[in-house]
């Protein structure tokens, strides 16, 4: 079945750090390929999306391109700052007929001023 | 405006109780989700509904039961609490179909003593 990975946290950065957070996937066609953030004690929001190969996703200084050839969805960002502390998930949509979205397990992210 | 919301954000209860966890989206989605979220954080689709027909059941036992009595609503039901319900429960909705974003709620804590 369909499945995502993400990379171990907890990760813990320095403000003004650069962050990547890796994620690669397993998915049958083409799935569409989402980043979700948690803040602490919230839901979770949509970060940014991409919908097919090569679509670079971009929102709030963090960007994803979507890597067909290296089942890849990397999320980075220039310079973190202490209120990027939060959980990110990688996800996808199968696009194959059942509605859901399959999560990687989280990453928490820490940044210390 | 509140896009999607649940209620009630915690909730505390006796193994063995029954207890209903309600969920509204005021975006004019067409479809409707549930998905848990372990201690470890880690997020698993429970069911999805599409203009109030279930389309997904990921192999939730029977003493879960969700109700959509409109297309912006969903309503959790569960029997006979269980310790390892402990979870948060995430309502999320979206418009279509599988690149489409979902939107999710706060989350409903739920702890079974």
Redesign the interface.
Known sequence: GDSVTQMEGPVTLSEEAFLTINCTYTATGYP?L?W?V?YPG?????LL?A?KADDKGSNKGFEATYRKETTSFHLEKGSVQVSDSA?Y?CAL???????????G??T?LTINP | DTAVSQTPKYLVTQMGNDKSIKCEQNLGHDTMYWYKQDSKKFLKIMFSYNNKELIINETVPNRFSPKSPDKAHLNLHINSLELGDSAVYFCASSQGGNRETQYFGPGTRLLVL
């Open positions: 569409s989402f979700y948690q919230e839901g979770l929001q949509l999306k919908t959980v998930f949509s199968d696009n194959q007929g059942a509605q859901k979205l399959v999560f397990q989280g928490r």
